[in-house]
């Protein structure tokens, strides 16, 4: 938000800055890069006006767009700012606008990914009593993922960890989730508190052994489920323990 706020502000002509990421970029010859820092002020400015001049659905549209794994979303999402702030609400629904076709494209990869992490979580308790699930996702969905179990087990201690992003989406008891990075002594501290049990084996047998032979179905199975979700699945997981890195 900081980034679109000082591009904007530059008045250098959108047709000559193009946004994006440090660290997830190659640097060109003859162009001149301008480093953006976090201002609270500007990360609310630019939030505003969204909402209020374009939209809340529009907001969402952009925050979901902007947890994808896409390199190119912040410039993306610039793109979309540029015709909803000249066209409004509508905007969001002109698909005759390529920024549109774009930001939905990658909003819709993110919200999908997330819907589909709701059911392919696994908690499970570990020594000292709270609750831990690992996920690998393409997308950052720990805050699209995180109110959903918020919300229906508001009484648990858990912690939704992202082993790619060494990010943890923590929720003491009674009280909000909030997100934090996580460091290499707090991962050790988690593999050494996790242990597997007795039911997670007996799940995991269940599992192998209540399927029907003859209705065995590998391609359907990877359709509905694909295999990069499974390394994290306890019914797919021998050694729990040793996911944890």
Not at 123 to 148: D, G, S, W, Y
Not at 205 to 221: H, W
């Amino acid at each position: 938000m900081c980034c679109i706020y000082d591009a904007w502000a530059s008045k250098a002509g959108h047709e000559n800055v193009r946004l994006m990421i440090d660290g997830e970029f190659e640097y060109e010859l003859f162009t001149e890069y301008i480093m953006s820092e976090t201002v609270h002020e500007k990360f609310y400015k630019v939030i505003r006006a969204i909402q209020q001049k374009i939209s809340m659905e529009a907001y969402t549209v952009v925050y979901r767009a902007a947890m994808s794994f896409e390199k190119e979303r912040l410039d993306i999402i610039y793109r979309f700012l540029i015709d909803g702030f000249k066209y409004g609400g509508r905007a969001l629904y002109d698909y005759r606008l390529e920024s549109v076709r774009q930001i939905n494209r990658i909003a819709k990869k993110a919200g999908n990914e997330s819907h589909l992490f709701l059911g392919f979580i696994r908690f499970e308790e570990m020594k000292n009593r709270v609750l831990f699930a690992q996920i690998e996702p393409k997308c950052n969905v720990l805050t699209l993922v995180a109110p959903h179990f918020e919300e229906r087990m508001p009484d648990e201690n858990w912690i939704i960890y992202d082993k790619k992003r060494r990010l943890a989406a923590i929720h003491p008891a009674g009280r909000q989730y909030y997100i934090s990075m996580l460091t290499d002594a707090e991962v050790e501290q988690i593999r050494d508190m996790y242990e597997n049990d007795t039911y997670e084996f007996l799940w995991r047998v269940f599992f192998n052994t209540i399927g029907i032979d003859e209705r065995k179905n590998p391609a359907c199975q990877r359709n509905m489920l694909p295999m990069w979700y499974r390394d994290c699945m306890t019914e797919f997981a021998e050694d729990k323990k040793s996911c944890v890195v």
